[in-house]
Every structure is written in C-alpha cells, then in structure tokens.
C-alpha cells in the first residue's frame, strides 16, 4: 500500500466530501497557516438546491457544477483528488483511498445524504429519487419519455397511467418537482403533441405528516398547499405510501387503501446517512441515529476525536433545541466555516463556543411567479418570495459565469415559456406491453385455452 505524505511542517487538513460543508470548510482555510486535502468521487461541486429544475427541463447540469479544481485554482495550500475514501484509521489518523492511504493531522467527513426507501430499497429502480446529476438525467428521461410514449398509445387506460405522475415527499424537493412538472404539462408542453392533450396531466404529491412543506411555519404551507392545488397538483397529506409495484403505487390514508396506475413515480420522502457513518462508527464507536446520521459533538467533533469532524447531511447535531438540524445547504455552510476556523483557533492554542446554527430562514418554489419564504423576521409568499428565492439562489451559486449562465436561462425561460434543456437520453423510453393471461378450461370434450389481457391498472384517485 502506497502512503501519500505531505508537508510535514504544516498542519494537514483533509477533507472527504465536496458538497457545500467539505467546500465552504476547504474555502475557508484558504489563506490559512495550513495544507488541505479535499478528496471527492466527484471533480465537481453539485449546487443540489437547483438539481430539481435539471430533472424538468429548465436548466442543463454544467449550469449547476462547478469543477473543484477551477474553485481551488487560486487557493496554493489546496489539492483536489478525485477518489472515493473506502476506509479510515482513526488511530494511524490516515484516510485510504484504494491502495494508497494519506495521513491527516484533522479529519472533515462531509460526504452527505443518501435516499431512504424505510427498509423498501427494492423500490428504488421503479420511484428514483434527486440527489445527484445521475438522478436528475434519470428522472428528466422518464418525464419527457412519459409524454412520448403517451402521444403513441392508443389504449385510453394506458395513456392515462403515462400523463400521471406521482411524487412521494412534500419537503422543497417534492413541492418542487410538483410544481414544475405542472408548469411542463399546463403551459410549456401545451403545443407540442397532436394526439394528446398534456392539460389532462395528473400530478400527485403525496405527504406522510398533514402538511406540505412540515419545516416551514403553518400559514405557509397552507399557502404552498392551496397553490400547488391551483397549478393542478392533487395533494394527499397523512398518507403512507405501502407499495409500488408493477407502475401502481398502493398508499394508506387511514383505514382506507387506494392504488393509482402511474409510469412515472418519483421518490422525495426520506434520506439516509452516507456509508461513511457506518465506518466511522465501525472505527471509532461513534453513535449513529436510525437515518445512520452520525451523533457529533457540539463542537461538530466525533465523540472521543476532537480531530475528526462530520458536518453536512451526514451529521446529526442536536444539542442546539434538542431536534436534528435539517439537512440544507445552510446547515453544512456555517458547519464548515465553524470547523475550518476552529481549526485555526486550535492551532493557536484557542477555542471557540460550541456551534450555533444561525437559522436564516427557508425558501421553496412552487412554480412561475410563486414561491414561500419563511424567514426569522418576514413570511413573503407570491411574486416577492419568488423574486427573493431567485436572488439567494443565485448568489449561493460558486462561480461567478455560472451565476451569469443561471440568470440568462431563467431570463429566456421567463420570457419564452420554453425550456431548452428537454433532453432524453440514456435508456430509450420503455412502454410497457400488455401483460396476457392463458387460462384453460376442461370440458367432457377436450380442453380448451383463451388468453385475455390482464387488467393493468386499478385507479383509486
């Protein structure tokens, strides 16, 4: 095994995860008396607040990445590796990386969230969900193929199962997703197809608590509700989803169980820590919770590592209310600057008070001109929180040309209802065949077989 040694006369920081928490930790040492190491699977920083509008068409996934060694081109203490860490030694304090370790003198593990399915993981190919720009081009694929394969289907029932879509999940990702595919199906797509007509498109969002948008304050999801709603998306709180099967998505609303025929369900519902939080747990006996989702100190710190950090989606920092800080850009920003300064304040012999979350507020868009915004001091909803959620989304955005690009699709967007982004690619779409059913039946003559096509959908909704 190759060992990978830095310069030993500086502190060597490395970072596992280029999200917003490994990134913002990697900026802000970037004039400090100190070497980083930021290793990610990836050679880009994925901006995931925007991955939803890759998915529908608006924008195409370089608008939303920036290559992290363009970010760090300046920074002269930083290097960028492309590799996937598949352990760690907390004792030796290296990282490994296939068949080469690098020591660390402070570890950072940023490396984010993962979809839970709640022990269901055989639902994943039939309902993906939006974490990555794999995902996104996943997810666009089957909506736009949807209404391909709808304009050639001649069975009326069959149809109907390719213009619904159902969404599991009413945090941002789902309301979102809702709220786009609505403006494709009403507005964007009105025009393009002869055979059908995309305003009998059927948007379902499914929610398990009793309100869409939970993290938000209640007045606000009322109004999120009411106007999804008028966008044509059919919301159904307290419902469990209990099956997907066969593109038919059985859920429980109460005692009472309904199926809907859908070709395109799409999962918002739950997340689960990075397998990371198993290895650290395997390695240093660190609690995680049941999302696996790594119990840290309040100084962010793994409990018995004050040199090992977890920040981001993977940690779970609960000693601020007593309740999980929510898994947003936001959290893993301040996280990483907390950490990368009390790094620097230990190298000289400091401290700093424990990590607070400064909560600035939440935001989500619901379509054209509508959005919600539930700040510390201010609710906005409407066109005001629409214009405000384009503003921070745009500053938060890393480089300065993608900030640029951003603003000239959105623009175009706005003033021409198209979307230019409205690529299939990958696996061709898949139009289901009609399943045949061969009976027979035995008569004092001789047996006789029929064959009669199986009944593809039971529609409760």
């Known amino acids: ?54 998915a529908t068409g608006t924008l195409s996934p370089a608008d939303i990445s920036s290559p992290l060694r363009a970010v760090f081109r300046k920074s002269k203490n930083t290097k960028v590796l492309l590799g996937e860490v598949n352990d760690i030694d907390p004792e030796s304090q290296v990282v490994i990386l296939g068949d080469r370790t690098i020591p660390y003198d402070t570890l950072v593990v940023a490396t984010g969230a993962n979809h839970s399915y709640y022990g269901n993981n055989h639902w994943k190919p039939m309902a993906p969900g939006l974490k990555t720009v794999e995902d996104a081009i996943e997810i666009r694929r089957r909506i736009f193929s949807a209404f391909e394969a709808a304009e050639k289907e001649t069975d009326p029932e069959v149809r109907r199962a390719w213009l619904t879509f159902v969404i599991v999940g009413a945090g941002p990702t789902g309301v979102e997703l809702a709220g786009a595919i609505s403006e494709l199906a009403y507005k964007t797509l009105k025009e393009d197809f002869r055979n059908i007509d995309t305003s009998e498109t059927k948007i379902l969002l ?9 993290h938000m304050a209640p007045k606000l999801s009322k109004v999120a509700e009411a106007s999804l709603q008028k966008l044509g998306v059919v919301t159904q709180t307290n419902t469990r989803v209990t099956n997907i099967e066969d593109d038919v998505v059985t859920f429980k609303q ?9 070709k395109t369900i799409l999962w918002a519902a739950g997340v689960k820590g990075s397998a990371m939080g198993q290895i650290l747990a395997n390695r240093t006996g660190v609690e995680c919770d049941r999302s696996g989702r790594v119990i840290v100190e309040p100084d962010l710190s793994v409990k018995g590592y004050k040199n090992i950090f977890v920040i981001g989606d993977l940690g779970n920092f609960s000693h601020q209310d007593g309740k999980p ?20 304040k230990r190298l000289k012999g400091q401290t700093l008070p424990q990590f607070r979350y400064n909560d600035v507020g939440s935001l989500a868009m619901i379509g054209q001109n509508l959005a919600v915004v539930d700040l510390s001091f201010i609710k906005l909803q409407g ?20 900030k640029l690009l951003v603003v000239f699709q959105w623009a175009w967007n706005y003033l021409t209802r198209s979307r230019r982004s409205r690529l299939i690619t990958g696996k061709e779409a898949f139009v289901q065949p009609q399943v045949f059913i061969e009976t027979k039946t035995v008569t004092n ?14 529609v409760g909704v």
């Open 254 to 262: 109460g005692d009472k169980v309904q199926e809907i025929a859908s």
């Open 1 to 54: 095994m190759v060992v990978v040694h830095e310069n030993n006369t500086l502190h060597h920081v490395v970072i596992i995860g280029g999200g917003f928490g490994g990134l913002y930790t990697a900026k802000t040492l970037a004039n400090a008396n100190v070497n980083v190491t930021l290793i990610d699977k990836r050679n880009f920083h994925l901006f995931q607040p925007l991955l939803y509008q890759v």
């Open 325 to 344: 800080l929510p898994g947003v850009a936001p959290v893993a920003k301040q996280e990483g600057e907390y950490v990368a300064k009390l790094i620097q």
């Open 206 to 214: 499914l929610q398990g608590g009793d309100r869409v948008l939970p």
């Open 383 to 402: 066109f005001i929180a629409w214009v405000f959620w384009l503003v921070v989304h745009i500053y938060f955005l890393i480089e300065f040309d993608t």
């Open 445 to 458: 003559d001789a047996p006789s077989t029929t064959t009669k096509a199986k009944e593809p959908y039971k």
